[in-house]
């Protein structure tokens, strides 16, 4: 886009040089015609290639915003000229050496070349006044002279300074007085991208310590291209002005809005997955500005996923009779546990002493609180003494324990007793009649002893 | 397997044991019966040691002296009842039953238990009542039986009681009642489980303060402490009721005197049951 070759006309300045001695050529006055008319119509077609330059050199890249980053593209007092001279300066002219450094510099541009120029063949002019540039030797009549710029060469000497081979297609690149071919003046001068590697012709992005084609260059966060947008450096990192307040606003502990990408200095509102700023919503029911209390009320059955979430102030969304679980106090917006003269998330109504949920299994409740089937027995003592699991069917209650009513027997013969059988006690254990009678004399003449001192000490 | 095999045990003797056991391999009956059927040996029991399948053996108020090692066998046996025996020594295979849960060995005449005993992986009730053990008595893994809830060693011999009781997590029962203690280790308050203890019918004089972490007064619980030298603090304290002593025993005041009464300790009280009429020492005493 940048490197176009095309052949101007001689330039005016040099004009009378040159054309006195060409003038009188129809041909050359023929080409000069048509050439001035290939200059206009390009000229048009350049225009918004000029513009480009001026974009890049006229944007300001001091600002505030970017003063925090040392890698801003720094203007300097050599840029300016790098937009493109004027037309009527011959294109040669434009690569002139200064040009050049300037473009290197400040990484504005790459200039273009000039182009071949005029060929003519000199006829019976004043060739005594003229010189090859290059080699200073005269022309010979009928010779074919090369004029650019005013300068004029042989043939032969109008060649690539670094190969000597004639320019291709005529474009030559000119730097500090030198013309070179494309090709040379690429490995010589032109700079390298930092990403891809490739030349970089045209614009030049110069920014952290590399140059670059814009396409180049991007935001390492979002892959933005950076070029007309600026950048900030985040730690070592080019990024976008959205990347960086993101990055910033992480290191700070705090969310971005993802509506104004602005950060959320007070409390996140949370809808959809996203945070934001409260103040972008309004209730969908009595549709006041909302705050962070808000609530997002999720997808209702037979709804799917997020499409269908709206939030409520606080207020109204207590009004919809969403019950709230006793547990977390967070609303229950999937199945609802009603236990306790509360309402509970599934995962959320657990065993009072081990706090695993009951998922639907049978619980206990015992003095406001629940308890799983195994820890209501451990705890309030129905598990039976001799198999040591909670009683399903009825419970025989006597001595401080509880007995599955087949369980309950002679603690010392092990034969089943039931309501009505007659047993005694040791050590707060059953012993059935006729085992207390093979108990020692004097063993039950202690246990009779204490026995008889136990409820009278009740009745005191 | 129907016929008995060739024995020099007295028939009659050995019908009646038999008898049963022929039953229930009949049957399939899983719970033995054998109390009070006079036997002194487990060789009047032919082929019990086979029946792996049993899941109680009952053999109460007999004359056994010995245990076979071989009892082990009887792998599915949750219950074993060995009360009113003449038991004086165990065999250590007892403690691999892998099933085994209630161990009644009440009123025998066991004076240690066999080294490896705290080893029973499943053991939930020990019931060691009215035998002749002390402090000395316990194996060094005893404690190790994190599954005990219940364990009963009423009538015996202890005056101390090793501080690894801590050790019982689960344990929701302790008899001690009626034997020498002089004190109590501290550690109990460790048993946050307990419910139940018995320590009537000692020498206590003071009780660790920590015992007041127990919840030993609520309607669940039982805390029995009588017959005791207590004390004069606890010993009126007791005269109105129990929770009076644990809210005593949970004050300052008590934390104080405890310290004191443990610094100027004097000589243990007498003791004062008189035993040489148990049972568990008949066989000693003739």
């Known amino acids: 886009?940048?490197?176009?070759?095309?052949?101007?006309?001689?330039?005016?300045?040099?004009?009378?040089?040159?054309?006195?001695?060409?003038?009188?050529?129809?041909?050359?006055?023929?080409?000069?015609?048509?050439?001035?008319?290939?200059?206009?119509?390009?000229?048009?077609?350049?225009?918004?290639?000029?513009?480009?330059?001026?974009?890049?050199?006229?944007?300001?890249?001091?600002?505030?915003?970017?003063?925090?980053?040392?890698?801003?593209?720094?203007?300097?007092?050599?840029?300016?000229?790098?937009?493109?001279?004027?037309?009527?300066?011959?294109?040669?002219?434009?690569?002139?050496?200064?040009?050049?450094?300037?473009?290197?510099?400040?990484?504005?541009?790459?200039?273009?070349?000039?182009?071949?120029?005029?060929?003519?063949?000199?006829?019976?002019?004043?060739?005594?006044?003229?010189?090859?540039?290059?080699?200073?030797?005269?022309?010979?009549?009928?010779?074919?002279?090369?004029?650019?710029?005013?300068?004029?060469?042989?043939?032969?000497?109008?060649?690539?300074?670094?190969?000597?081979?004639?320019?291709?297609?005529?474009?030559?690149?000119?730097?500090?007085?030198?013309?070179?071919?494309?090709?040379?003046?690429?490995?010589?001068?032109?700079?390298?991208?930092?990403?891809?590697?490739?030349?970089?012709?045209?614009?030049?992005?110069?920014?952290?310590?590399?140059?670059?084609?814009?396409?180049?260059?991007?935001?390492?966060?979002?892959?933005?291209?950076?070029?007309?947008?600026?950048?900030?450096?985040?730690?070592?990192?080019?990024?976008?002005?959205?990347?960086?307040?993101?990055?910033?606003?992480?290191?700070?502990?705090?969310?971005?809005?993802?509506?104004?990408?602005?950060?959320?200095?007070?409390?996140?509102?949370?809808?959809?997955?996203?945070?934001?700023?409260?103040?972008?919503?309004?209730?969908?029911?009595?549709?006041?500005?909302?705050?962070?209390?808000?609530?997002?009320?999720?997808?209702?059955?037979?709804?799917?996923?997020?499409?269908?979430?709206?939030?409520?102030?606080?207020?109204?969304?207590?009004?919809?009779?969403?019950?709230?679980?006793?547990?977390?106090?967070?609303?229950?917006?999937?199945?609802?546990?009603?236990?306790?003269?509360?309402?509970?998330?599934?995962?959320?109504?657990?065993?009072?002493?081990?706090?695993?949920?009951?998922?639907?299994?049978?619980?206990?409740?015992?003095?406001?609180?629940?308890?799983?089937?195994?820890?209501?027995?451990?705890?309030?003592?129905?598990?039976?003494?001799?198999?040591?699991?909670?009683?399903?069917?009825?419970?025989?209650?006597?001595l401080n324990k509880a007995w599955c009513v087949h369980h309950f027997a002679c603690s010392v013969c092990d034969q089943k007793m039931n309501q009505k059988t007659k047993f005694y006690e040791c050590d707060l254990k059953p012993v059935c009649k006729k085992c207390y009678e093979k108990y020692p004399a004097e063993l039950r003449r202690r246990l009779r002893k204490t026995h008889e001192a136990t409820p009278k000490k009740a009745a005191v | 397997m129907n016929q008995a095999p060739v024995s020099c045990i007295p028939n009659a003797k050995m019908s009646k044991a038999k008898k049963v056991l022929d039953e229930a391999r009949a049957s399939g009956n899983p719970e033995l019966d054998l109390m009070e059927k006079g036997i002194s040996s487990f060789e009047e029991m032919p082929g019990l040691l086979n029946m792996a399948h049993i899941t109680r053996l009952t053999l109460s108020h007999n004359k056994i002296v010995d245990i076979p090692p071989g009892l082990a066998n009887l792998v599915n046996l949750e219950i074993l009842t060995l009360f009113n025996n003449y038991i004086e020594e165990l065999p250590v295979s007892l403690s691999s039953m892998p099933k085994l849960r209630i161990l009644n060995l009440g009123m025998n005449r066991l004076n240690a238990l066999p080294r490896g005993f705290g080893a029973f992986p499943v053991l939930e009730v020990l019931d060691l009542t009215y035998n002749n053990l002390n402090e000395e008595s316990f194996p060094a893994n005893f404690f190790i039986l994190e599954t005990l809830r219940a364990l009963y060693l009423g009538d015996n011999d202890f005056e101390f009681i090793p501080s690894e009781i801590g050790q019982l997590k689960n344990l929701q029962i302790l008899v001690l009642r009626d034997n020498d203690l002089i004190e109590i280790p501290k550690e109990i308050g460790d048993l946050t489980r307990l419910r139940e203890l018995h320590i009537q019918g000692n020498r206590l004089t003071v009780l660790p303060p920590e015992i007041g972490q127990l919840d030993l007064i609520g309607n669940k619980s039982v805390l029995k402490m009588d017959y005791n030298p207590w004390v004069a603090p606890i010993a009126d304290q007791l005269q109105v009721g129990i929770s009076h002593v644990i809210d005593y025993i949970r004050s300052e005041t008590y934390r104080y005197l405890f310290s004191r009464h443990v610094s100027v300790r004097g000589p243990p009280p007498p003791k004062y049951i008189d035993k040489t009429n148990k049972l568990s020492r008949i066989r000693r005493n003739i």
């Not at chain 1, 980053?69 to 203007?75: D, I, L, V, Y």
């Not at chain 1, 910033?248 to 945070?275: M, N, Q, S, T, W």
């Open chain 1, 1 to 398: 886009m940048w490197h176009h070759n095309y052949n101007t006309g001689p330039p005016t300045p040099v004009r009378p040089l040159a054309l006195q001695s060409l003038d009188h050529s129809q041909l050359y006055q023929r080409r000069v015609l048509h050439l001035d008319q290939n200059e206009r119509s390009e000229d048009l077609d350049l225009s918004p290639t000029t513009g480009d330059y001026e974009d890049l050199s006229e944007n300001d890249w001091t600002s505030d915003q970017y003063s925090n980053s040392s890698a801003n593209w720094t203007p300097s007092p050599q840029s300016k000229p790098d937009r493109l001279p004027p037309r009527n300066v011959a294109p040669s002219s434009r690569a002139a050496s200064s040009n050049a450094n300037a473009i290197m510099q400040n990484s504005v541009s790459l200039p273009l070349h000039a182009s071949n120029d005029v060929v003519g063949v000199t006829g019976n002019m004043s060739l005594g006044n003229m010189f090859c540039s290059r080699c200073g030797d005269g022309f010979e009549p009928h010779e074919k002279i090369v004029n650019s710029n005013g300068e004029l060469w042989h043939t032969q000497c109008f060649v690539c300074a670094q190969c000597f081979r004639p320019f291709p297609d005529g474009t030559f690149y000119e730097f500090e007085g030198r013309k070179y071919c494309e090709h040379d003046f690429h490995v010589l001068f032109a700079p390298c991208c930092g990403k891809c590697g490739e030349f970089v012709i045209g614009r030049v992005i110069k920014a952290m310590n590399a140059n670059w084609h814009p396409r180049c260059f991007r935001c390492e966060d979002c892959s933005k291209e950076l070029a007309d947008l600026g950048f900030i450096r985040n730690q070592g990192r080019a990024l976008c002005h959205e990347c960086n307040a993101q990055a910033k606003a992480v290191g700070l502990g705090k969310y971005i809005c993802h509506k104004c990408h602005g950060v959320i200095d007070d409390k996140p509102l949370r809808f959809r997955g996203e945070v934001y700023h409260p103040y972008h919503f309004n209730c969908a029911s009595c549709k006041v500005e909302l705050n962070s209390d808000a609530r997002e009320v999720k997808s209702r059955p037979g709804f799917t996923s997020n499409e269908m979430n709206e939030l409520y102030c606080l207020r109204c969304h207590d009004k919809m009779g969403i019950p709230i679980c006793g547990a977390c106090r967070r609303p229950i917006e999937e199945r609802v546990v009603t236990a306790l003269g509360k309402h509970w998330h599934v995962e959320h109504f657990v065993c009072a002493k081990c706090e695993k949920p009951f998922l639907g299994h049978r619980h206990y409740e015992k003095k406001g609180l629940a308890y799983c089937e195994t820890h209501y027995h451990q705890l309030f003592g129905n598990l039976c003494f001799v198999c040591n699991q909670v009683i399903a069917g009825d419970v025989f209650t006597a």
